[in-house]
């Protein structure tokens, strides 16, 4: 055994036990066919990143679930790794040559990858430093990156698969489009805001009847690749023009009238303009009604012109345009403009033409790239897609039939949802750094040639001359394959890949459901035939004290690593789990993690305390036990019995606090100062069989908290008598049923609660401990409470304790005290000066009465509560239910007296 110093220092614990950890290969995951596996693909941070609220909340959880899982027996596995975050990357690395005057054209894309693999060997692998501090216990041998080679493998053997089955395909389709970036973007990377805009309505002239219709846009710049106006078939106003035609304004070009369901009756007029090439709605109206697509803004984001025209009659004259090829305007007069400064012209040549009827301001989400924040254009582009349906009906039907759970359930919904409403996935960005799509276009038949390396010449027309797509993948198709990808798919004879795959838990959070989650379902089931996951946990996000999500602009956010240089790992991982639910935000405050400091010192002086009068050099439970030893072992019991059931059920936040309650309830506040006596008595076999009872429980406790606070537990346990190794390496805490004592725990939580009362009772009267009083305990069930005489000596500062099942005749000067079923009589006259007592309590009364009468003018001033925030006024209802309170104890004391 080894003393503990005074006061405990995360800084100097946590680098030594975390190095000490994996140096004896504490977080290797060993595939063994004499237990059950265990597994967890960590959700890839980006390379980029530096680690948040939202990583150490997620790492936090998957590290609670992988250390219970080790200590039970199970043979646990959590692979780490980092997503190669295409655009974030290449973004960080363009602005970086930037300041050296280079740009990629400069260097060309091979130097260019150079750089950009060198910059990652440098600053990549940042985060998982920071994750280390956190106390993650993966398994760092087997550290992934979604551009390492097994990575790699996996995605050209599932492009050229889903490729050959028709499921992957070139098209022009509507995407988010960046000007900036200068690429397509995913849905989970256009991030929208809330801005100041206008609704502008103009007059569209009816060719065939010479009135007016109506329509309101945001966007007046995209009117010039209008191809339709769309009314509803069942509009009663607008019957008489089925079949009829609109003429363009600005542009005097005549197109039709289409019937639609899109245009809704019951929103503004009921008539929409249709531009199927830069509107994601309008596309598909578009495509209902077979009519052309007509570009009028260039990729960077320009009003069109003729070189651009002239370019697309060039393609278009080649033979080699795809399908869909959206037409291209000469915007004449607005040519060459920004679409802002565009917008600004067409809105003053509509009003001068007596066309613009009306401005109306508006707030409205407008969506912006979540890494320039420039407005996203959406856009029809010649992009790489997967074909959606028949990948999503068999993730469906897994989710529907139970074989992929999500906790809590609502979220299945969430997932469903998603999954019905799936679009055609767009998986090309124009961007270097990712994974190159590994197709080859014939230069001189325009065949498209894809193989999982360079092929030597065309497989329709034998040419030699191929050239490469310049494009890479979506940052999402690598992390898809994630779950198996890391476990040596697709080389089907992976040991690990047979024995840890499919994987057991995915732990992350809601706003990804359908952008990494359902993708990875499908994929697991498309490519490896099985679910990669039985169970998806999700989290909420940390929010600041106030609830709001923690944000740059806002200046609110929290660095979890100066968390946990001041507080350190172990309070930060509790707070964030502590009464957390399963989907439920959580919130962060300096109160709470003060708690937590607060708490981890009381289990090391707690500790401490044993460790500085322990004689004993292993631990065994004695065979006599006393009132208090068998409470304290049966309720242990059955708080692990408990805690166990609840991380078996993801219910993170409800086994913290057990543990939490458990130990500085019943152990520290109760138990360690109902051993004292024996402890520090005189009794040689007595002491022994106290620290051999306390040892044994703390051992447990240890055992029980580690996966909550891994760094305190363990170099506590280092401190205690033991078997060699590490505490993170022992078996969990299983329910005994040889130290299940109902009864005997019945009995002592009986006395417990007579104690309680009759503290609370001094405490209200100001009595000092020094004063001992003679208590009457009068019970119908004088067994229960045999032993109570010792404890309310001990700890109520009773002189002297009379048992009795009938209450004295004479009780004048006596105070009552109800427990469940006992009466605790205590001479109050003999402790406290009465009248003086009720002269303090008077006052304080008065006090207290002032108060409420105060609230209450509040609470009854109508212009104060219709004008007041609504946090105030909860606040002045707070304190009435508490001042109310206050005087009615008052009131019962001076009673009482």
């Known amino acids: 055994m080894k003393e503990l110093p005074k006061t405990y220092d995360p800084r100097e614990v946590e680098k030594r036990t975390y190095e000490a950890w994996e140096k004896n290969g504490c977080f290797r995951g060993v595939a063994d066919p004499k237990k059950k596996p265990y597994s967890i693909a960590m959700p890839p941070p980006n390379v980029t990143g530096q680690l948040h609220m939202g990583h150490a909340v997620d790492n936090t959880m998957q590290d609670i679930l992988t250390r219970f899982k080790r200590m039970q027996g199970y043979a646990a596995l959590w692979i780490p790794g980092t997503d190669h975050a295409a655009i974030a990357?290449?973004?960080?690395?363009?602005e970086a040559m930037r300041q050296e005057g280079l740009t990629k054209a400069d260097l060309g894309r091979e130097k260019f990858m150079e750089r950009a693999w060198a910059w990652k060997e440098k600053f990549g692998g940042r985060i998982v430093e920071q994750l280390r501090t956190l106390g993650t216990s993966c398994d760092w041998e087997r550290e992934h990156f979604t551009m390492d080679e097994q990575c790699s493998k996996a995605v050209l053997e599932v492009f050229v698969k889903l490729y050959e089955e028709g499921l992957i395909y070139r098209g022009?389709?509507?995407?988010?489009?960046?000007?900036?970036?200068?690429?397509?973007?995913?849905?989970?990377?256009?991030?929208?805001?809330?801005?100041d805009g206008n609704f502008w309505h103009i007059l569209y002239k009816?060719?065939?009847?010479?009135?007016?219709?109506?329509?309101?846009?945001?966007?007046?710049?995209?009117?010039l690749g209008d191809t339709a106006v769309a009314i509803n078939a069942e509009d009663p106003r607008y019957k008489h023009l089925h079949g009829c035609h609109?003429?363009?304004?600005?542009?005097?070009?005549?197109?039709?009238?289409?019937?639609?369901?899109?245009?809704?009756m019951e929103k503004g007029t009921g008539v929409v303009k249709i531009t199927p090439a830069h509107d994601p709605n309008d596309f598909e109206v578009g495509q209902r009604h077979s009519l052309p697509s007509v570009r009028c803004f260039t990729y960077d984001g320009h009003m069109t012109g003729a070189e651009d025209k002239a370019a697309y009659e060039e393609l278009k004259a080649s033979g080699l345009m795809t399908e869909g090829e959206p037409e291209v305007l000469d915007c004449g007069k607005y040519a060459g403009m920004t679409t802002a400064e565009a917008r600004k012209v067409i809105v003053a040549d509509l009003e001068a033409l007596g066309l613009l009827k009306e401005v109306e301001p508006l707030k409205h989400d407008v969506g912006t790239c979540y890494r320039c924040h420039s407005t996203i254009e959406p856009m029809i582009s010649k992009q790489w897609f997967v074909k959606m349906k028949p990948l999503a009906e068999p993730a469906i039907q897994a989710v529907e039939e139970g074989k992929i759970k999500f906790v809590p359930e609502r979220f299945t919904k969430t997932y469903l949802n998603w999954m019905r409403g799936t679009r055609d996935w767009c998986i090309s960005r124009q961007l270097w750094w990712g994974h190159r799509i590994p197709a080859w276009y014939c230069d001189d038949c325009g065949e498209i040639n894809v193989a999982k390396s360079a092929p030597c010449k065309c497989k329709k027309c034998g040419s030699t001359n191929l050239t490469q797509d310049e494009d890479s993948l979506d940052t999402w198709f690598s992390s898809a394959l994630?779950?198996?990808?890391?476990?040596?798919?697709?080389?089907?004879?992976?040991?690990?890949?047979?024995?840890?795959?499919?994987?057991?838990t995915l732990v992350t959070g809601y706003d990804i459901i359908g952008f990494w989650v359902s993708r990875m379902i499908f994929s697991g089931l498309a490519y490896t035939g099985k679910a990669p996951f039985d169970t998806v946990l999700i989290h909420g996000i940390v929010r600041d004290s106030q609830g709001r999500?923690?944000?740059?602009?806002?200046?609110?956010?929290?660095?979890?690593?100066?968390?946990?240089?001041?507080?350190?790992?172990?309070?930060?991982?509790?707070?964030?789990?502590?009464?957390?639910?399963?989907?439920?935000?959580?919130?962060?405050?300096?109160?709470?993690?003060?708690?937590?400091?607060?708490?981890?010192?009381?289990?090391?002086?707690?500790?401490?305390?044993?460790?500085?009068?322990?004689?004993?050099?292993?631990i065994e439970l004695p065979k006599e036990l006393t009132l208090e030893d068998k409470w304290i072992l049966s309720s242990l019991n059955k708080v692990a019995k408990e805690v166990t059931y609840n991380l078996e059920h993801f219910e993170m936040g409800v086994a913290a606090q057990k543990v939490y309650d458990f130990i500085w309830n019943s152990f520290c506040d109760w138990y360690i100062e109902l051993a004292k006596n024996r402890f520090n008595g005189d009794d040689a076999q007595a002491k022994k069989n106290v620290e051999n009872v306390?040892?044994?429980?703390?051992?447990?406790?240890?055992?029980?908290?580690?996966?909550?606070?891994?760094?305190?537990?363990?170099?506590?346990?280092?401190?205690?008598?033991?078997?060699?190794?590490?505490?993170?390496?022992?078996?969990?805490?299983?329910?005994?049923?040889?130290?299940?004592?109902?009864e005997d725990e019945a009995r002592m939580e009986k006395i417990m609660e007579a104690v309680r009362a009759v503290r609370e009772c001094r405490s209200g009267h100001n009595v000092p401990n020094s004063r001992k009083a003679h208590i009457t305990i009068v019970t119908a069930n004088t067994a229960d409470y045999a032993e109570a005489g010792d404890f309310l000596k001990r700890l109520a500062s009773a002189s002297e304790v009379t048992l009795t099942t009938d209450e004295p005749?004479?009780?004048?000067?006596?105070?009552?005290?109800?427990?469940?079923?006992?009466k605790l009589l205590l001479p109050l006259r003999e402790l406290v000066d009465i009248e003086a007592e009720k002269a303090r309590i008077t006052k304080e009364l008065e006090k207290a009465n002032k108060e409420l009468d105060f609230v209450n003018s509040k609470l009854n001033n109508e212009k104060f509560m219709s004008k007041a925030p609504e946090k105030v006024v909860n606040e002045i209802r707070e304190k009435e239910v508490k001042a109310k309170a206050l005087v009615a104890n008052l009131t019962e004391m001076l009673n009482n007296l």
């Not at 022009?172 to 801005?195: F, L």
């Not at 609109?246 to 809704?264: G, M, R, Y």
Request: aromatic share 10%; with cysteine.
């Open 206 to 223: 009816v060719k065939e009847t010479g009135e007016f219709l109506e329509i309101a846009t945001t966007r007046p710049e995209t009117m």
């Open 549 to 618: 999500k923690m944000s740059k602009s806002l200046g609110n956010g929290i660095d979890p690593l100066v968390v946990i240089d001041q507080y350190g790992a172990d309070a930060l991982r509790f707070m964030l789990v502590q009464g957390s639910s399963p989907g439920n935000d959580m919130r962060y405050s300096e109160e709470k993690i003060v708690a937590m400091r607060n708490f981890t010192n009381k289990i090391w002086n707690a500790s401490r305390f044993l460790l500085m009068n322990m004689t004993i050099d292993k």
């Open 172 to 195: 022009n389709r509507m995407v988010n489009w960046c000007p900036k970036c200068q690429t397509s973007i995913s849905d989970a990377e256009v991030e929208y805001e809330n801005k």
């Open 89 to 94: 990357t290449e973004a960080k690395i363009v």
């Open 694 to 742: 306390l040892a044994y429980v703390l051992t447990d406790i240890l055992k029980l908290l580690h996966p909550f606070m891994p760094f305190i537990t363990e170099e506590i346990y280092q401190a205690l008598p033991h078997e060699e190794g590490f505490l993170m390496m022992q078996s969990w805490v299983d329910y005994k049923p040889e130290l299940d004592f109902p």
């Open 246 to 264: 609109v003429i363009l304004p600005l542009l005097d070009k005549e197109i039709p009238i289409v019937c639609d369901e899109h245009a809704d």
């Open 809 to 822: 005749a004479d009780a004048s000067g006596m105070v009552t005290v109800a427990t469940a079923d006992a």
């Open 482 to 504: 994630w779950p198996f990808s890391i476990l040596g798919w697709p080389d089907k004879q992976s040991d690990d890949f047979n024995y840890f795959y499919p994987t057991s």
